[in-house]
């Protein structure tokens, strides 16, 4: 498979200052030969690797020019693949720039699957899995402290760090085997005080990272917030409130389908995904009743509950009931218009209705409280440990999962060494933690493991 060269139109679709059609394999150079014409009357062939030259694309069958270029020239295997890759830096129009596709895949090259280029860099082995998954981290994240943490992937910190791990397991292994093929000397190899400690310091390492796992995950893939409250108690104002000041950039996911409006907030770097909701009251008018179902089954998937209350109006039955529906949810509950009523005395009493959730005083309208709201977001999803700015080197589900198993055969070996059963049985154990770690960084994963992550990926990257 890897034989064969691919090509595709690396940027985005649709008019832009440039666009690049990105072609890498065996052919690759071939390929820029046939159809790219140095202004110059360069011999672009023979002069080094990671270049740029003028030129024009000329159609081999007619002679036509087809656009004038830049040809970017990086050599195996010093590319982002590791093979040979041409990149045609064309105008970005979209007729030009099909042209030149078709041109290139005439020429012997296929059209790339979603992620290939990427997978090629982790097949030639530039980059192991969990710097790939970052890449596809990087160009989806939503705020800078998302970006951080998929930098930090990208750079192999992670990789590093689980090598490292690995290796140590491999070092208990080595003695536990060695005690294997040699039972009778089975006391001499491996003392077991000496392999409990060493158990036990891998089992806080792992731990350490499955814990961190979760504040990864949320500066990666955001929290789904809804604001819920009754109607005209300043839902839709405090939104508004929130958005003006910190709107997150957003991108666009093919392939997802969202049913609700979603805005996305960046407070204290966490992408806040902010469903718009309809309000949760009962209703008899069937309309409105589908939007109500809506917004329940969004309260349900909710991470995070903001309820808002009216100063003005107490706390009425329809107030108690939205408590009660989020009684179990984690969330805050917000006492608006504290311009208007006596929210102070309002908060002493909320506060023993809903003892675990922070009551919190704003105004929508004059933009009063909503610094604190932002530091109280950030304090309850983060649970005030670990921060932005902190090294967080794990964040995605998959690699949680993989330490998650990890440590489960660690707690294993741990017990089978408790309760003084043989070695070979430990021995199993420490090879699956082993292997649970190799899922990671991709030395020990399946193939269709590898699959589905570049599927996720966009064609051309
Ligand atoms: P929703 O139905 O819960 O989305 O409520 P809206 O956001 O539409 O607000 C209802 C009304 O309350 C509007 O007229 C807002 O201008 C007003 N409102 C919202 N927040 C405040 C506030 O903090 N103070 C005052 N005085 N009025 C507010």
Not at 42 to 59: A, K, P, T
Not at 101 to 120: D, Y
Not at 367 to 374: S, W
Not at 429 to 436: F, G, Y
Request: with cysteine; hydrophobic share 45%.
């Amino acid at each position: 498979m890897l034989g064969d060269t691919i090509a595709a139109v690396a940027t985005p679709l649709g008019e832009g200052g440039i666009g690049i059609v990105r072609v890498s394999g065996p052919l690759a150079l071939d390929i820029a030969a046939r159809l790219f014409q140095s202004a110059a009357g360069l011999d672009w062939r023979n002069c080094g690797s990671h270049r740029l030259f003028y030129g024009r694309v000329v159609d081999p069958a007619d002679g036509r020019v087809v656009d004038e270029i830049l040809l970017g020239v990086m050599r195996a295997p010093h590319s982002y693949t590791r093979e040979d890759v041409v990149e045609f830096n064309c105008h970005g129009g979209m007729v030009a720039l099909r042209r030149v596709l078709e041109l290139v895949i005439s020429c012997g090259a296929r059209p790339a699957g979603p992620g290939e280029f990427t997978k090629r860099a982790f097949l030639n082995g530039r980059l192991d899995l969990a710097q790939a998954e970052s890449v596809i981290d990087l160009i989806r994240a939503r705020t800078e402290a998302g970006l951080h943490v998929a930098v930090a992937q990208l750079s192999g910190r992670l990789s590093r760090l689980i090598d490292e791990l690995q290796d140590k397991l491999l070092g208990v292994l080595a003695r536990l085997e060695a005690a294997i093929d040699f039972p009778e000397e089975d006391v001499e190899f491996v003392s077991a005080g000496d392999l409990r400690a060493d158990l036990a310091r891998l089992v806080r390492d792992v731990s350490a990272l499955v814990e961190q796992a979760e504040v990864g995950r949320v500066y990666r893939e955001g929290i789904s917030t809804v604001i819920a409250g009754r109607p005209n108690v300043g839902k839709s104002s405090l939104l508004n409130a929130l958005l003006r000041e910190n709107r997150a950039i957003v991108t666009e996911i093919p392939g997802t389908t969202r049913d609700v409006i979603e805005e996305v907030l960046n407070v204290r770097g966490i992408p806040l995904k902010l469903a718009d909701t309809a309000g949760l009251r009962e209703t008899g008018d069937p309309v409105e009743k589908i939007g109500v179902e809506r917004s329940r089954a969004l309260l349900r998937r909710a991470d995070l509950v903001l309820v808002v209350l009216d100063a003005a109006a107490g706390i009425t039955a329809e107030d108690r009931e939205i408590l009660e529906q989020v009684r179990d949810k984690k969330g805050l509950v917000l006492i608006n218009k504290c311009d208007l009523g006596d929210a102070a005395s309002l908060s002493e009493r909320l506060k023993k209705l809903v003892d675990d959730k922070p009551v919190l005083i704003v105004s929508a309208l004059h933009g009063t409280g909503l610094d604190r709201l932002a530091d109280a977001i950030a304090q309850l999803v983060l649970g005030g440990g670990i921060g932005a700015g902190d090294e967080l080197l794990v964040s995605n589900v998959r690699h949680k999962s993989a330490l998650q198993s990890c440590l489960f055969h660690l707690r294993e070996v741990e017990r089978s060494l408790n309760e003084g059963l043989p070695v070979d049985l430990l021995a199993i154990d420490l090879r699956a933690a082993w292997e649970a770690l190799g899922e990671i960084t991709g030395t020990t994963v399946s193939e269709d493991i590898i699959d589905r992550i570049f599927s996720d990926f966009c064609i051309g990257k």
